[in-house]
């Protein structure tokens, strides 16, 4: 067996596919089609859509629930008939590597090649802003629902890119939130920060220190600490906060670089001398971490399925989930937004009436949809949708097998409280462009 098929063999399986439901076709390593096996006989254009996410590269453990939920759920939506209930829908996934020069290639092959009416993705900002110059010049639709630098819906906006996900900027704002009442209570007066060395973490790590600054003027940054995506010895990062002797850290790490570090960080000693309030914690860290995450830290979530088990959608959502992936698999807050960006593109096809993309985005600017968080309303000015953050306690629930954040602790950071800027400003960020 070569390393291509090796690499399509692992797609499948980290795929988990039935081939009840698609036609798969296309075959390459890192790409593949998932064509719907039934349609009805009066059925409609399909609708082709690009899925742009990492089964490689930083991001891949991140994304390991989308991208194997994504068909689970357009099979779903097939069930129906499609869009309109009458345009099944085709899936066409290619692999990143959570590298920008291969995303916007990737965007522009489903773009010429496949000929793909909209495009969801991707993981890495630095990535979506690279794919949002391809989508713009042709015009296609673009849901990002995980990279959320806020540069995605302001300085780099485009109409035709709807954001699903709490923005930099948001999540920085509800770490702020968070943090400024436990330094009141602890009097804490200074901070070290660690990020990753790219987009997102510049981003995000700008969006917090200047929140604080505004919140605690009296708190103040020690020492800026960056590495390269893909560190794999944290060791000299750990020995330089420790040996700062900050009152507390701030964190903007993801992916597999965040497991590495809370790991290592965990068995250097650190949390029990630096506390590390804020650092994203999402579900599938507190699956894939159940043994290891101290219990007591506070974290940082975008889309945990335990916040929201009264929506309807939400409760659907897991039994659907569960029943095709096993009674322990829960949905991640990735997979989350991604099932919100899959509804987001039904319900604008629906409110349009049309599968056009110039209709669909017509139809969602401004509008409310109903997701697995509630109804939700698009920001007019930027396409970016009115979602919560939440922060608490990591805690051993006895309902699950994996901790949860503890529930009387959890709070609910609204979109409105931490929205920076305001639309007149965002308007002044936008590029100008063609």
């Keep these: 067996m070569g390393t291509t098929d090796r690499k399509l063999e692992a797609l499948m399986e980290h795929l988990r596919l039935s081939r009840r439901d698609f036609v798969f076709g296309g075959l390459a390593a890192g790409a593949l089609t998932l064509t719907p096996r039934f349609a009805a006989a009066q059925a409609a254009k399909p609708y082709k859509l690009g899925v742009l996410l990492p089964s490689t590269g930083t991001g891949a453990n991140y994304m390991a629930h989308c991208i194997k939920g994504l068909p689970v759920a357009i099979a779903e939506l097939n069930k129906r008939g499609g869009l309109l209930g009458k345009h099944p829908v085709q899936m066409i996934y290619r692999d990143t590597e959570t590298k920008p020069d291969v995303g916007a290639r990737e965007a522009k092959s489903l773009i010429l090649n496949d000929k793909v009416d909209g495009i969801f993705g991707t993981y890495s900002s630095a990535v979506a802003l690279a794919v949002q110059e391809i989508i713009h010049e042709h015009k296609v639709l673009h849901f990002a629902a995980t990279s959320n630098s806020s540069k995605i819906t302001q300085d780099n906006y485009t109409p035709y890119t709807y954001q699903f996900c709490p923005d930099s900027n948001m999540q920085s704002g509800a770490v702020v939130v968070a943090v400024a009442k436990m330094a009141k209570k602890s009097n804490w007066k200074t901070y070290v920060s660690l990020g990753q060395d790219y987009e997102w973490g510049r981003d995000t790590h700008k969006g917090f220190t200047t929140g604080l600054a505004k919140v605690a003027p009296g708190i103040k940054e020690a020492r800026q600490l960056w590495f390269k995506l893909g560190e794999t010895d944290f060791t000299s990062y750990i020995t330089a906060i420790m040996a700062a002797k900050p009152d ?42 159940r043994k290891t995450l101290p219990r007591g830290i506070i974290g940082l979530a975008r889309c945990p399925f335990f916040a929201h088990l009264k929506e309807p959608i939400m409760q659907a959502y897991i039994k659907r989930d569960l029943a095709a992936f096993g009674k322990d698999d829960y949905p991640d807050d990735w997979a989350c937004m991604y099932y919100d960006a899959l509804g987001g593109l039904e319900q604008g096809a629906k409110k349009a009436g049309s599968i056009s993309t110039e209709a669909i985005i017509k139809a969602l600017k401004g509008a409310t949809i109903d997701t697995c968080r509630g109804k939700r309303a698009f920001r007019t000015c930027s396409n970016q949708l009115e979602v919560p953050s939440y922060v608490g306690e990591v805690w051993d629930s006895p309902d699950y097998p994996f901790p949860i954040y503890k529930p009387d602790t959890l709070v609910y950071v609204e979109a409105k409280e931490v929205w920076t800027p305001t639309c007149e400003e965002v308007e002044k960020l936008k590029k100008k462009r063609a």
């Design 248 to 289: 507390f850290m701030f964190g903007a790490v993801a992916g597999k670089d965040a497991q590495t570090f809370m790991q290592q960080a965990g068995q250097m000693g650190l949390f029990k001398r630096v506390p590390f309030p804020g650092g994203l914690i999402p579900v599938n860290d507190l699956k894939q971490q």
